[in-house]
T-cell receptor, first 110, second 113 residues
Framework: DAGITQSPRHKVTETGTPVTLRCHQT?????MYWYRQDPGHGLRLIHY???????DKGEVSDGYSVSRSKTEDFLLTLESATSSQTSVYFC?????????FGSGTRLTVV | ELKVEQNPLFLSMQEGKNYTIYCNYS?????LYWYRQDPGKSLESLFV?????AVKQEGRLMASLDTKARLSTLHITAAVHDLSATYFC?????????????FGEGTQLTVNP
């Protein structure tokens, strides 16, 4: 979606290294979300933010941290990547009236 | 903990046929969403259902919501090959600290000539 940009689009990293994924939005939405998508699980919420410096955990938050220092940017960090974190990561914005998803980041941990 | 279950998970159907995908959820909510995802792509919003009895239609797809039964359906009429994709339902359990979606596993639809 034109209003959400995720970077990088693809990344291969080694086990034990830190990785940061970036989500940038241009719509000035208050709420932002990070999901991961794995076969057989649909999308699962990792962390979300309801304002600058206001974040909370989702259902699969272990091993991940987030930061939001500006309305437009929401960062997801894997402090020490593991093979179980190989996945496709989607950022989203929105409210109860609708949500928009970014194009995704395909992360492979080897 | 909210659980969202879709069935079937895999659906192979012939062009021209009708079928229904079901989405059941385990806790009270009156906001449900349907998304389409093509392989390697992002999620495309299809329907936003915001009240009990809501029904929305777009082309060959129609979605409905029964909040008392905690059930939403996505009905496909006279399927065509272009509808082949994975379809997700998602439930919004908006709480004090903000809304967020819980997804079903997805239904992988293949429409055969």
């Amino acid at each position: 979606d034109a209003g959400i940009t995720q970077s990088p689009r693809h990344k291969v990293t080694e086990t034990g290294t830190p990785v940061t994924l970036r989500c940038h939005q241009t719509e000035n939405h208050r709420y932002m979300y990070w999901y991961r998508q794995d076969p057989g699980h649909g999308l699962r919420l990792i962390h979300y933010s309801y304002g600058v410096k206001d974040t909370d955990k989702g259902e699969v938050s272990d091993g991940y941290s987030v930061s939001r220092s500006k309305t437009e940017d929401f960062l997801l960090t894997l402090e020490s990547a593991t093979s179980s974190q190989t996945s496709v990561y989607f950022c989203a914005t929105g409210t109860g009236y609708g949500y928009t998803f970014g194009s995704g980041t395909r992360l492979t941990v080897v | 903990e909210l659980k969202v279950e879709q069935n079937p998970l895999f659906l192979s159907m012939q062009e021209g046929k009708n079928y229904t995908i079901y989405c059941n959820y385990s806790t009270t909510s009156d906001r449900l969403y349907w998304y389409r995802q093509d392989p390697g792509k992002s999620l495309e919003s299809l329907f936003v259902l915001l009240s009990n009895g809501a029904v929305k239609q777009e082309g060959r797809l129609m979605a409905s919501l029964d909040t008392k039964a905690r059930l939403s359906t996505l009905h496909i009429t006279a399927a065509v090959h272009d509808l082949s994709a994975t379809y997700f339902c998602a439930v919004d359990i908006g709480e004090t600290s903000g809304s967020r979606l819980t997804f079903g596993e997805g239904t992988q639809l293949t429409v055969n000539p």
